[in-house]
């Protein structure tokens, strides 16, 4: 046998599981978890709600799904593929299929699970640093971009807060997080250009001035490494 063709060869040749990403928003795509997912050889599929790409038949077709952030609210019924998405995420648990939710794709999880999600007093915009209980999961500082929160569900185990209230849980392999690990400056960008009404200088300033490189860089460290936790169970609930 020739070097390079032996079993290791084939087993880096082999494609990773295969990962279902569903894209809310036309300007919240996957960032980061884009790179992570092309780096690791894992084959993607995008889904575009956005451009009215409808749900997939079953979860079972996929090995993860990762469902992203939105503008919309996961606890009114408006948008108009939100009643299928809960159905989705719902056979995606009953099927096994790891699924983690960010941000409003946690929401949508904490709601499938029967949890309660709620508007916040004020909105968290900005970086936020988690009080982090599983050594998985780092403490920030991490981009966020919510008005919305989630109460912890029924047999999950809370993996994160801080002092605006819950950051992460995780129910089997399942994991919802309130902050954004895949948003990469620009895409963070794109959201303060387009906030209404006009966000201040006070909350765009540590986001994407001069001194916001460093935390840019943190944060996108951080990425894989999460996403590398969930999709192996290292923060799976126990």
Known sequence: MSAGTGPARLARCRPGPRLLVVEHDDDAPAGLLESWAAAAGMPVTALALHAGQPFPAAASGFDAVVLLGSGHTAFEDRAPWLAAELAFTDAALSES??????????????????????????????????????????????????????????????????????????????????????????????????????????????????????????????????????????????
């Open 97 to 238: 299929v790891p699924v983690l939710g960010i941000c409003f794709g946690a929401q949508v999880l904490a709601r499938v699970l029967g949890a309660r999600v709620y508007r916040l007093t004020a909105p968290e915009i900005g970086w936020a640093g988690i009080r982090s209980r599983n050594p998985a999961l780092p403490a920030g500082p991490w981009a966020t971009w919510h008005r919305d929160a989630f109460e912890l569900p029924a047999g999950a185990v809370a993996l994160a807060d801080n002092d605006a209230g819950l950051q992460a849980f995780a129910i089997g392999p399942h994991c919802g997080v309130q902050f954004h690990p895949e948003v990469t400056r620009p895409i963070m960008a794109g959201w303060v250009a387009g906030a209404r009404p006009p966000l201040s200088p006070a909350t765009t300033g540590p986001l994407l001035g001069e001194d916001a490189e460093v935390n840019w860089k943190v944060a996108a460290g951080h990425a894989p490494r999460m996403f590398s936790a969930w999709l192996a169970g290292d923060l799976a609930a126990r």
